[in-house]
């Protein structure tokens, strides 16, 4: 079985390959670093969609430590790199999952489309599994073609109950009815799927508000978890999502999917310091255990290591 670091590394391979070739061809042979070897530092930091504001500050700290002497190699220009990113992710580690005194801990998962929201949730299902929790996963996507009878084939694979209403019909009732059967079950965990909605279709999104006011009315409080699903390659435009979703729906924590799929492992970064949501999970591949609990840590050392 592969290390949690070897799934980090793997899924990361292609940001950090673009960039180590990038800093490399900056530091090889340069005698000197100037304003132009560090205004090609910063454009290859960008290109990960680090964000300007985080880039600009890795480079100031390369650059303070060089003019004192600390520092004159690419492994160096990397090890600051490590040293700041991982500073400004710290704070998730200090963010536990939200849990009630009593009854199932409810976690509503919302997306755009594309975003691998119900993979992800049968993902989430056997993680939680693997932890030894009991789960039962609702099917409150009625909107999309197919989207109740995918997840419970998901359901089958990894050996959770769904509970589902009929395509088309009102996703905020079978929310009601899943809060309901985990609460009778006494089941630990209890992922409730919505369809997909653009950002920017507010009559969609408002549907969610609905969705929340009948999980409320099932158990007061819930849900405890919103976990918002957004495609990693989508670069800048996932934060874009994360913003919009933010606005209109109290977000409290990120899964951020598709990381391996690009070079814009950046993004993780940007998110988490512009909005301050946790990030919860990354999806680092295909495979089930390719979906992991966000760890700063080990992601720092991945991408810059």
């Known amino acids: 079985m592969k290390s949690i670091f070897r799934i980090f ?3 990361l391979q292609r940001t950090k390959t673009g960039l180590l070739r990038r800093i490399q ?7 000197r670093w100037d304003d132009a070897t560090y205004e090609q530092l910063e454009a290859a930091l960008v290109s990960t969609d680090l964000g300007v504001e985080i880039s600009l500050r890795v480079v100031a700290d390369v650059r303070s430590r060089y003019e004192r002497g600390l520092i004159a190699t690419t492994a160096d220009v990397l090890s600051v790199a490590r040293e700041t990113v991982l500073e400004l992710l710290r704070p998730d580690d200090e963010a536990p999952l939200r849990t009630p005194p009593t009854g199932p801990t409810v976690i509503l998962v919302v997306g755009v489309n594309g975003s691998g929201k ?3 949730i049968a993902k989430l299902a056997h993680a939680f599994r693997q932890d030894g929790k009991t789960v039962l996963l609702a099917a409150a996507d009625t909107y999309r073609a197919a989207g109740i009878e995918q997840l419970q084939v998901w359901g089958e694979r990894v050996g959770c109950s769904v509970v589902a209403g009929k395509q088309g019909g009102d996703a905020a009732a079978v929310s009601y009815d899943a ?3 985990a609460q009778q079950r006494q089941v630990d965990i209890l992922l409730i799927d919505t369809a997909g ?3 920017t279709r507010r009559g969609l999104m408002e549907e969610l508000a609905k969705i929340g006011r009948s999980i409320d009315k099932a158990m007061p409080g819930a849900p405890h978890e919103v976990w918002l699903t957004v495609d990693a390659s989508t670069g800048t435009n996932a934060l874009v999502q994360a913003r919009e979703f933010g606005r209109l729906f109290g ?4 899964i951020l999917t598709k990381l391996d799929g690009s070079g814009k492992g950046g993004v993780v970064v940007t998110i988490r310091q512009e909005l301050g949501h946790p990030v919860r999970f990354v999806g680092l ?3 089930m255990d390719d979906l992991q609990p966000f760890d700063a840590t080990l992601f720092a050392r991945a991408l810059f290591e």
């Open 179 to 181: 809060v309901c059967a």
């Open 197 to 199: 909605r653009q950002h």
């Open 118 to 120: 119900t993979t992800t």
């Open 25 to 31: 061809s900056i530091f090889s042979g340069t005698s």
């Open 285 to 287: 591949g295909e495979a």
């Open 251 to 254: 977000i409290t924590g990120l």
């Open 9 to 11: 590394q793997h899924g």
